[in-house]
């Protein structure tokens, strides 16, 4: 097809992509050129400013490494994440809500035996014991489901960030027992910023939005016959749970403190799973 004039131009995409193979992503790249191309006539951006957007998408893989995932990072300040996972995962008051992955997520977190310390060197902090039950939607203990957890810690940082913790540090891969139940022991972690040394970083100060996330556990829990769960537990107590700069403080993953027996913190995290098939994400760092 000649180009007579830039209205021209969206169908020949379109048509150029039509014999692509794969159904689904001649759907999904048509979808985008469409969007795109109206994105491009709403904004009418001049040269310079198409310039500055191809400079921020080159700098966000240039500025992805084996400790940061910066594209992660944009998906994340900008909704997209915690908005895929809730059109695959809408909130309907059974199954637990499902919350980003983030980009500090790392495969082959130790092995812990119920009630393990995922604290793993002298890290300082407030002693935390994390407890719950994971289900499925009929409301069964499911035995042996797998719970990985990460989280930052009282400074703010995750272990490959931080120098002074060692590997794997407050990460820990636990099994249910046969109620479906799970605990272990942690310290408090503390909110932090995202990283904003890259473009990111720069968007964020050009738009005037803080960096900070409020203090949050993961977990990504999977049992077989169900679908993998990823999502995020936030104590009612935390500053700028309104204003998280990833979106992703959901109303059902605000948990309350308890007490232990012997005084101590905990908060009670249940979790519920779907039926679906269990598959581990790629990680967004080593």
């Not at 949050?216 to 700028?240: K, N």
């Amino acid at each position: 097809m000649i180009i007579d004039s830039q209205g021209d131009l969206t169908l020949a995409v379109e048509q150029a992509m039509a014999g692509t193979p794969d159904g689904r992503l001649r759907e999904i790249m048509g979808a985008l050129v469409r969007h795109a191309h109206a994105f491009i006539r709403e904004v009418r951006p001049s040269e310079e400013e198409f310039e500055r957007g191809l400079d921020f998408l080159v700098g966000i893989g240039q500025a992805t490494g084996e400790t940061n995932n910066e594209v992660v990072l944009a998906a994340d300040v900008l909704g997209v994440s915690t908005l895929v996972g809730l059109l695959n995962k809408p909130l309907d008051g059974v199954r637990t809500a499902p919350a980003l992955l983030g980009p500090f997520w790392r495969k082959n977190a130790p092995e812990c035996a119920l009630g393990d310390s995922i604290v793993r060197c002298g890290t300082p902090g407030s002693r935390l014991e994390v407890r719950g039950q994971i289900r499925d939607l009929s409301g069964n203990p499911i035995a042996g489901a797998r719970i990985d957890v990460w989280q930052a810690s009282p400074v703010g940082l995750y272990e490959n960030q931080d120098a002074d913790q060692p590997a794997m540090n407050l990460r820990g891969l636990f099994t249910a027992d046969a109620s479906g139940h799970y605990h272990f022991e942690t310290i408090r972690p503390a909110g932090y910023p995202v990283p904003t040394d890259g473009p990111v970083g720069d968007l964020l100060r050009a738009q005037l939005r803080h960096p900070y996330r409020p203090a949050h556990i993961h977990f990504m829990v999977t049992a077989p016959g169900h679908a993998t769960l990823i999502t995020q537990i936030f104590a009612d107590d935390q500053e700028r749970l309104d204003s998280d700069v990833t979106f992703g403080v959901l109303k059902p993953l605000v948990a309350t403190f308890e007490t232990t027996e012997d005084g101590h913190p905990a908060l009670r995290c249940d979790f519920v799973l779907e039926p679906g098939e269990t598959r581990i994400p790629k990680a967004p760092i080593p």
